[in-house]
């Protein structure tokens, strides 16, 4: 079983809609969360990172991290075209070992 | 553009031999990261340097090896080089904090 577990989708939704993107985990030790954001043919960029539990907000993007669950979410409100990439979860105990899911990939139609 | 530069873009080369990508990190970035992206694995984490100094490590085989330079730039090298290490290799940097790294546009590697 991988330490780090994500739907890969694909999934698809219209232009509007909101977008609830999840992974699961097995190590209770992580304590550091994280959303990368990565379109085609580039490197990942950081969208989200949060610690230990609870929600964190920014615009049209909220994280969230339950550890009791050992499940992470990631929501896009009001989703644009411009938000279709590729979206990894990353996960880390101590800030200096990082595991990632493989990724969800979103595309938001017009 | 991130800001973290990486060469080659592409690479392809044989079983058994032995490559060289090279990262440099953003300006004023201590922090190198080194990651591997497959289709089927997903994003690792292989090595973290810090000041030249190896910090931590991740799934790095024993035939990879790292190091940081003291400019700063950092180099991965892979040997006997198998078709399952073709996959995408991205370096990444940051500041004195670990949870914003900028990655770079990646080396694709192709091992025939």
């Known amino acids: 079983q991988k330490e780090v577990e994500q739907d890969p989708g694909p999934l698809s939704v219209p232009e509007g809609a909101i977008v609830s993107l999840n992974c699961t985990y097995s190590?209770?030790?992580?304590?550091?969360f994280m959303w990368y954001r990565q379109y085609s043919r580039k490197g990942p960029e950081l969208l989200m990172y949060?610690?230990?539990?609870g929600n964190k907000e920014d615009g049209r993007f909220t994280a969230q991290v339950d550890k009791s669950s050992k499940y992470i979410s990631l929501f896009i409100r009001d989703s644009q075209p411009s938000d279709s990439a590729t979206y990894l979860c990353?996960?880390?105990?101590?800030?200096?070992?990082?595991?990632f899911g493989t990724g969800t990939s979103l595309t938001v139609i017009p | 553009d991130s800001g973290v530069t990486q060469t080659p873009k592409h690479l392809i080369t044989a079983t058994g031999q032995r490559v060289t990508l090279r990262c440099s990190p953003r300006?004023?970035?201590?922090?190198v990261y080194w990651y591997q992206q497959s289709l089927d694995q997903g994003l690792q984490f292989l090595i973290q340097y810090y000041n030249g100094e190896e910090r931590a490590k991740g799934n790095i085989l024993e035939r990879f090896s790292a190091q940081q330079f003291p400019d700063l730039h950092s180099e991965l090298n892979l040997s006997s080089l198998e078709l399952g290490d073709s996959a995408l290799y991205f370096c990444?940097?940051?500041?004195?904090?670990?949870?914003?790294?900028?990655f770079g546009p990646g080396t694709r590697l192709t091992v025939l």
């Open positions: 990444a940097s940051s500041g004195t904090s670990w949870d914003t790294q900028y």
């Open positions: 990353a996960m880390s105990p101590t800030g200096n070992q990082f595991y």
């Open positions: 190590n209770s030790a992580f304590q550091y």
């Open positions: 949060t610690y230990s539990s």
């Open positions: 300006s004023g970035d201590l922090s």
